[in-house]
């Protein structure tokens, strides 16, 4: 049973969690609020304004839970840039594939090359026969700055992944088939991640949190979405999305649901982590860990 | 970079990225192979303390059994000086003589005067005759006299025996010309001492 630990602009959630004959089993978990401006997730920037306060809230919330040493952590999309790369061929050494990758994503990224940190997952040939790889980057020193306050706290971090992945992986009873959206708002920003045949494949990051959701904003934040579907579809070579389930709405699910539905003309309906999860007997605020979650159930 | 994760898992399907720059797999092998070489020095350190515990065991118990003979030897001394204490001294003087009458019995009875006699009659030449034969039983050295008709003769006993290997150590002690008497050749006289071996030895 490993510990999962999501790293939020408005808050940190850590929980210990396993996946034992396809059932959750959920042991602790504790979360604290984060100061407004403490976090600033962003790919550019240092991300953490005050190392020694995040360091001080991890350390009370591992004491309180009982947490120590390796733990699996999420951190904001923002800190990521996701991205599918096409090449004749990739080396077969995965270190060499990477810096191979690296240096292909040079001109895709918003910092130098050499300052990334990068991982992916080989996808099957494109339509021309070319190898393709889905690339999770970060700029190095970003990461460092995160893995700075983890040690700070007395945590080793064996897995760095971004939430909405995590996030994923919770659901992944919903997801492993077809093309599947999955529309994740938070309080500071909405992810828009599809996943094809089981494999995360593009995300859109929207700046628009879960308040503008309301009835002023979200006319456009609907067609945004479609934009991005659309976009994805062109460019990125993935088939058409099937279906679209929400998460982080709250109250307003049901009727971005119903509206979202209308609009793209494809099934749309809430995430059900505790179905997708099969588990039972777990609070309602259960979608609220799903990234902690799937943080501590994933492989390592 | 942490460490690969692209096979699937049974229980999850989506595969996930990992940006760690600490290798989890890596770590926890080492640290089980630590545990294993501690897990291991531990239990050969058990294995001499068991083997130090036993030899332990083992000499205190020599020394425990060595302290109950030297007690026991103790004992048995101040019993013989306790007896030895109420034995007249007189009557230790009579032990003593007789044990030294005994032990010259023994001896005596231990001399093979046939097989002395055997080998001087195969030692002595014709021309010297024997007048005394006279052993100590204890060291078993023997004085010979007798008289021989010449030196020369005199030379043959003294190869004679001294190439017997029942006789080591011989020596002409005494030699004196003997002028004829009525009754008696002229000759010489002489003593010889030898140690007699008994069996070749």
């Known amino acids: ?300 | 970079m942490g460490s690969g994760h692209r096979r699937r898992h049974p229980t999850l399907l989506i595969p996930g990225f990992n940006l760690a720059s600490l290798n989890y797999r890596r770590a926890r092998r080492d640290v089980i192979l630590a545990a294993c070489a501690l897990a291991v020095l531990g239990l050969l350190l058990l294995g001499q303390m068991g083997m130090w515990a036993a030899g332990r065991g083992e000499r205190q118990a020599i020394a425990r059994r060595l302290a109950r003979m030297e007690g026991e030897l103790r004992r048995r001394q101040e019993e013989v000086r306790a007896v030895l204490a109420g034995v007249p001294g007189e009557v230790m003087k009579q032990y003593e003589s007789k044990v030294k009458a005994y032990n010259q019995i023994l001896e005596a009875s231990a001399f093979s005067w046939i097989g002395l006699l055997v080998e001087l009659e195969r030692s002595v030449p014709p021309a010297v005759s024997l007048s005394e034969i006279q052993p100590d039983h204890a060291s078993r050295v023997v004085l010979l006299r007798g008289v021989a008709r010449s030196f020369d003769d005199l030379s043959l006993l003294l190869r004679g025996l001294e190439q017997r290997t029942a006789f080591r150590d011989v020596y002409l002690m005494r030699q004196a010309e003997q002028k004829a008497q009525p009754g008696k050749p002229a000759g010489l006289e002489f003593a010889v001492r030898l140690v007699y071996q008994g069996d070749g030895k």
């Open chain 1, 1 to 300: 049973m490993a510990w999962g630990l999501e790293i939020d602009a408005d808050a940190l959630r850590l929980c210990r969690a396993e996946r034992r004959r396809g059932r959750l089993h959920l042991r602790r978990r504790a979360e604290v609020s984060v100061p407004a401006g403490l976090v600033q997730p962003g790919q550019k920037n240092g991300n953490v304004a005050e190392a020694a306060a995040l360091s001080g809230l991890l350390h009370d919330l591992c004491r309180k839970a009982g947490c120590r040493g390796w733990v699996r952590v999420a951190l904001p999309d923002p800190v990521f840039s996701l991205r599918t790369l096409a090449s004749d061929e990739l080396p077969p050494k995965r270190e060499e594939a990477r810096r191979f990758l690296r240096w292909q994503a040079r001109d895709l990224l918003p910092f130098p090359a050499e300052e990334a940190r990068l991982d992916f997952l080989p996808l099957g040939p494109g339509p021309e026969g070319r190898v393709r790889a889905v690339c999770l980057a970060a700029r190095e020193r970003t990461l460092v700055e995160y893995e700075r306050v983890l040690a700070a706290a007395g945590l080793r971090a064996s897995v760095l992944d971004a939430r909405s992945i995590c996030l994923a992986q919770a659901a992944s009873a919903s997801l492993a088939s077809g093309t599947t959206g999955l529309l994740a708002a938070g309080r500071t920003w909405t992810t828009l991640l599809l996943v094809e045949e089981g494999r995360p494949r593009f995300w859109r990051i929207l700046r628009e949190a879960v308040e503008m959701w309301g009835d002023g904003e979200r006319p456009r934040l609907l067609r945004e979405v479609a934009d991005s579907l659309a976009f994805c579809r062109e460019s990125e070579g993935i088939g058409p999305v099937e279906r679209v389930l929400l998460t982080g709405l709250g109250g307003r699910t049901a009727e971005v649901a119903s509206v979202l539905m209308n609009w793209l003309g494809i099934p749309v309906s809430g995430l059900d982590l505790c179905a997708a999860l099969r588990t039972e007997g777990h609070p309602e605020d259960l979608a609220q860990w799903g990234a902690a979650i799937g943080a501590a159930i994933r492989p390592c």
